[in-house]
C-alpha cells in the first residue's frame, strides 16, 4: 500500500499549549487527505480534511497545513484541552475514491 | 445523528473456528470499508463496497470475505481463525461521492484463543 508515516510517535504537551502533529505522504498523486482522532476501545473520529488544492483549513481549534512540494501534513491543535489526549492518525485518499490508507498514529499526552 | 453500528463488540473464538462480524452504515452511505487494526498498529486497509460490489481489495487474507447486501449492510466472514487475526475490526462508511470522509463505527474486538 501507499506509504503515510508520522515522524514523532508520542507528543506530550503541557495543557493551555498548541500541539503540532505531523504526517508525511509518498503519493503525489494523492488529493484528499484526513486526520482522525482515536480514543481508546473507539473507533477513529474524524476532525478536518483537506483537498489537495488548498494548503491550509481551519475548524474549530484545529488547523490542518498541507505542504505539496515536500508532502508533508500537518495538525495543529490550539490550546490543547486534556480531552484531546489521543491517537491521530492521517490518512491518504488514493485513486479519489476507494483506497484511504492511514499512517502510523502519534499519541499525544496532555499534561494537566 | 446516526453512525455507524458493528456487532458484536467484542467476539471470542478458538483457532480454527469461524466468525462473522456485521456493520449497518449510516443511511444513505453506500460505500463500506474494512479496517483491521493490532495492537499499537494503524487500521490496515481490508476491503471496500460501493453499491453492493467490490470496489477495492486490501490485505484482507483469502480466508476471509465480506459482502454487502441490498440493505447496505455488510459481514465479514473469517474462516480458520489464527491467533493473528486478533485484533479490533472497524467497519466504516462514507456517501459514494470524492472528497468525503469515512466514518468509522466503533468496532468488533476479535480475540481468537
Known amino acids: 500500500g501507499e506509504s503515510v508515516g508520522l515522524h514523532l510517535p508520542t507528543l506530550s504537551v503541557q495543557e493551555g499549549d498548541n500541539s503540532i502533529i505531523n504526517c508525511a505522504y509518498s503519493n503525489s498523486a494523492s488529493d484528499y487527505f484526513i486526520w482522525y482522532k482515536q480514543e481508546s476501545g473507539k473507533g477513529p473520529q474524524f476532525i478536518i480534511d483537506i483537498r489537495s488544492n488548498m494548503d491550509k483549513r481551519q475548524g474549530q481549534r484545529v488547523t490542518v497545513l498541507l505542504n505539496k512540494t515536500v508532502k508533508h501534513l500537518s495538525l495543529q491543535i490550539a490550546a490543547t484541552q486534556p480531552g484531546d489526549s489521543a491517537v491521530y492518525f492521517c490518512a491518504e485518499n488514493v485513486d479519489n475514491f476507494n483506497k484511504f490508507y492511514f499512517g502510523s498514529g502519534t499519541k499525544l499526552n496532555v499534561k494537566p | 445523528a446516526a453512525g455507524v453500528i458493528q456487532s458484536p463488540r467484542h467476539l471470542i473464538k478458538e483457532k480454527r473456528e469461524t466468525a462473522t462480524l456485521k456493520c449497518y452504515p449510516i443511511p444513505r452511505h453506500d460505500t463500506v470499508y474494512w479496517y483491521q487494526q493490532g495492537p499499537g498498529q494503524d487500521p490496515q486497509f481490508l476491503i471496500s463496497?460501493?453499491?453492493?460490489?467490490?470496489?477495492d481489495k486490501g490485505s484482507i487474507p483469502d480466508r476471509f470475505s465480506a459482502q454487502q447486501f441490498s440493505d447496505y449492510h455488510s459481514e465479514l466472514n473469517m474462516s480458520s481463525l489464527e491467533l493473528g487475526d486478533s485484533a479490533l475490526y472497524f467497519c466504516?462508511?462514507?456517501?459514494?461521492?470524492?472528497?468525503?470522509?469515512?466514518?468509522f463505527g466503533n468496532g468488533t474486538r476479535l480475540t481468537v484463543t
Open positions: 463496497f460501493y453499491e453492493k460490489m467490490q470496489s
Open positions: 466504516a462508511s462514507r456517501p459514494g461521492q470524492y472528497n468525503s470522509p469515512l466514518h
